[in-house]
């Protein structure tokens, strides 16, 4: 393991909520770690205790076995992309480039090749000469993947990177950094808000709540297996559809759904249900439908449909529909449908998410 994080705290202000509290995991050597969580869930706080920008108030770091918990930033041998580019506008990309590699006295013969190196590392040859103010904002932030990889760092550390950028050249530069991680191969911990950026980056997501490890694992097992009400809601965009174990299954208004093992005959139960994880069926004519729902709209959004379903509970559900599954469906506005809802994460208890 790569980095290793002990049970870190930090508390800003005497008698709050702590901003990182007790928080171990391991981010695994050579891999994509994220720290996945909602805004002030403590991800950044988390990043720059590690970077040494922030001293934790309890617990370490340690980072290629070695604690790191006092050292200063310099020595750590880190590098950062923070969401601001935080290049100097008044000298040219070479120049922000050979900065930092300056600074720690290296030859300048050994400069130069090393900028050479990072320009085509981040597919930038072409622009070495230009100011980061006639650089676009994708490009911008390239270079300052190259500026924190320029030092060899044993760790890269990336604080909401693709953040201020908009969302098409985000997902183009999502694709870009997995590829630019397949050639160097540094260790990287990744802060995110983006569920979906999340799974798709990185091979092992720590997601954060309120400053603690709500769950930790491979993206897949997040996805599939989330182990907290808060995780089942916060990945995946559901809709909470509340219910009683009745017979051993979970009874959640007209749908019946598999319930946990653990859970006991009229307990209360949760099930987090994602759009696009439910199935809708059309009921056959004529036949009397209590359990159907009521289709209340339909919105086309791109390759599928959105439909908002007002369960007979009177609860609210919301769907998704491959657009060519929807037109084979062939359903209106007003219409009833039965929705199957196999795949919900279903919950003992009653949360407020
Ligand atoms: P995230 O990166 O997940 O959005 P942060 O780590 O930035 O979360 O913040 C976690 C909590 O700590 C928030 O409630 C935030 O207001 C608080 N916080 C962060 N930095 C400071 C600071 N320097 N002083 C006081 N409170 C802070």
């Not at 870190?8 to 720290?35: E, K, M």
């Not at 609860?315 to 209106?332: H, K, T, W, Y």
């Amino acid at each position: 393991m790569s980095v290793i994080v002990e049970h870190l705290t930090r508390q800003f202000t005497q008698g709050g909520t702590p901003a990182v509290s007790d928080v171990s995991f391991q981010a695994p050597s050579g891999a994509i770690t994220t720290l996945l969580g909602p805004s002030g869930a403590g991800k950044s706080t988390l990043l720059r205790i590690i970077a040494g920008l922030e001293l934790p108030d309890a617990g370490r770091v340690l980072i290629e076995g070695v604690d790191c918990t006092n050292m200063p930033v310099q020595q750590r041998g880190i590098g950062v992309v923070f969401q601001s580019y935080a290049l100097f506008k008044h000298m040219t990309v070479r120049k922000n480039l050979a900065f930092g590699l300056e600074t720690r006295r290296l030859p300048r013969a050994e400069v130069e090749a090393r900028v050479d190196e990072m320009l085509k590392l981040v597919q930038l040859e072409e622009l070495g000469e230009r100011y980061p103010g006639q650089l676009s904002g994708g490009q911008r932030q390239r270079v300052a993947f190259a500026r924190a990889l320029a030092i060899r760092p044993k760790l890269l550390l990336l604080d909401e990177p693709f953040g201020a950028l908009d969302s098409r050249v985000r997902v183009e530069l999502r694709e870009w950094l997995q590829s630019l991680h397949e050639r160097t191969g540094v260790t990287t911990l990744l802060v995110t808000h983006d569920q979906e950026e999340a799974l798709e980056i990185s091979q092992h997501v720590v997601v954060l709540s309120e400053g603690r490890v709500a769950q930790e694992g491979p993206p897949e097992e997040i996805y599939d297996r989330p182990a907290t009400p808060f995780v089942a809601s916060f990945v995946g965009g559901t809709s909470v559809l509340r219910g009683q174990v009745q017979s051993g299954r979970a009874r959640v208004g007209s749908l019946v759904v598999e319930a946990p093992q653990s859970a006991r005959e009229g307990e209360t139960v949760q099930a987090f249900v994602r759009p696009h994880d439910i199935k809708l069926v059309k009921p056959a004519q004529g036949a009397e439908e209590p359990t159907a729902s009521l289709v209340k709209r339909l919105k086309p959004v791109g390759g599928y449909v959105k439909v908002l379903l007002k369960l007979p509970t009177g609860e609210s559900m919301a769907v998704e529909v491959p657009r060519s599954e929807f037109d084979n469906l062939g359903v209106v506005e007003g219409d009833l449908v039965h929705a199957d809802v196999r795949m919900a994460k279903v919950f003992v208890g009653d949360y407020v998410i």
